[in-house]
């Protein structure tokens, strides 16, 4: 027989591409396969939460010990706090991931009533804290209601839109009521001179008016009224200007033992952890030398005690919640479900965004705490009941529906056949 050519033969360099080459469609076709299952969105959901929740406890609890151990003589006063408030967030999620939609949107007006009343009552009789009015005092109580309210604004904005789907071809339906609403509790805001959760409110506002289809020239004359408003209330205001003119240069000899000593020590945390960063407790930061240390800037000692992994990781988690609460909106046939989610999502994402910039001297200091770690009650609860709705949403789409009672038919048989 004759002997076949070498030229004919495939090079050992053709075969290892070609095996490079199905591992790779392997790979990318299990990835594939995993994304699609029914269930999916609803775990991914669940569990990036659940971590998320976990590494702000732990968090909360070393960010916080040195501190609360020089307040009240006990390291884990401020830790046993927020284990309270996750113990109440969590029933209230499940108990918003099983209400009907019938019933959230029935809320709409209520809450946002409710809000309103807060917020008024808040400019006019809050409590001042590190410049801003932005709480109320309820007995022992201390509540933030501008964050309950963003929570409100989303459900009643969300109900306005989808009673109009059919008319929002038009300008007027588009703004009307949803815009006026929404600047009343922005200015409400503005009053207790709260910059960052006003900045908020008109991401939610802008979030709104896109995922509803608002023409383009409508976002540009609102980007220039509010930068000009923005600019007015910084210059009105001489401790929120030096924050600002601050933030590009911390460690500038003039501001360093001012305004620019929390964002300076928040550069030094991050960049003292490395890639692994300094193990959990071992910040030096947290002794003293970082203001809002479990709060506001907990970031800063998340970077230092579990370096770039750790920082990366918890910005991968809200991205994982962002990507499944993009996929909840699109599949979705509801209306509401869609307004809803998207504008959960611009919250939760846009406030992660601002603390880390914030952490890391890219934002001016405006006091956004980082959603599911920052310490805080009122921050907490409304975060998580915002996810419980989403997860609803997610446990509600029909393949998933369908997954989950089938799994539940299937438990019980197998609970039957014990028996």
Not at 39 to 65: K, N, P
Not at 352 to 380: C, E, F, H, K
Not at 384 to 397: K, W
Request: aromatic letters at 8%; hydrophobic letters at 50%; charged letters at 15%.
């Amino acid at each position: 027989m004759p002997r076949p050519r070498l030229s004919r033969l495939p090079s050992l360099r053709t075969l290892r591409e070609v095996r490079s080459s199905s591992t790779r469609t392997g790979w990318t076709r299990t990835l594939k396969d995993a994304l699609d299952r029914p269930l999916t969105t609803y775990y991914l959901l669940l569990g990036a939460t659940a971590l998320l929740l976990t590494i702000g406890l732990i968090m909360v609890l070393s960010a916080s010990s040195v501190s609360s151990y020089r307040a009240t003589g006990d390291s884990y006063t401020i830790v046993k706090r927020q284990v309270m408030w996750v113990a109440l967030g969590i029933p209230c999620a499940f108990i918003a991931s099983r209400v009907s939609i019938k019933w959230v949107r029935g809320l709409a007006y209520p809450a946002f009533s409710i809000s309103l009343i807060l917020l008024g009552l808040t400019a006019l009789v809050g409590v001042e804290v590190n410049g801003n009015t932005n709480w109320l005092a309820l007995g022992p109580v201390q509540i933030q209601p501008s964050e309950i309210a963003k929570l409100s604004l989303v459900i009643w904005a969300s109900h306005i839109y989808a009673n109009k789907e059919r008319r929002l071809g038009n300008l007027h339906q588009m703004l009307v009521p949803v815009v006026p609403g929404m600047i009343l509790a922005t200015g409400l805001v503005v009053i207790g001179r709260d910059l960052g959760t006003a900045l908020i409110f008109f991401a939610l506002l802008v979030a709104m008016l896109w995922v509803v289809g608002a023409p383009a020239r409508l976002f540009v004359m609102s980007f220039l009224v509010v930068s000009v408003l923005a600019l007015a209330l910084a210059a009105t205001n001489p401790v929120r200007m030096a924050r600002i003119s601050s933030f590009t240069n911390p460690l500038r000899e003039d501001i360093y033992h001012s305004t620019g000593w929390q964002p300076a020590h928040g550069l030094y945390a991050m960049s003292s952890g490395g890639i692994f960063g300094e193990g959990i407790g071992a910040s030096q930061q947290k002794w003293g030398s970082l203001p809002e240390a479990h709060t506001d800037f907990i970031f800063a000692v998340l970077g230092e005690e579990l370096g770039l992994v750790g920082t990366l990781l918890v910005i991968g988690l809200f991205l994982v919640i962002a990507y499944a609460g993009l996929r909840v909106a699109r599949e979705t046939t509801q209306p509401f479900v869609r307004y809803c989610t998207f504008g959960i999502m611009v919250w939760l994402i846009g406030q992660m965004m601002i603390n880390v910039g914030m952490v890391l001297a890219m934002l001016p200091v405006i006091g956004i705490p980082l959603p599911l770690v920052s310490y805080g009650g009122s921050s907490l609860l409304p975060t998580l009941a915002a996810l419980g709705l989403v997860i609803g949403f997610a446990r509600r789409e029909p393949a998933a529906a369908r997954a989950l009672a089938q799994r539940r038919r299937a438990r019980s048989a197998g609970l039957s056949a014990r028996g």
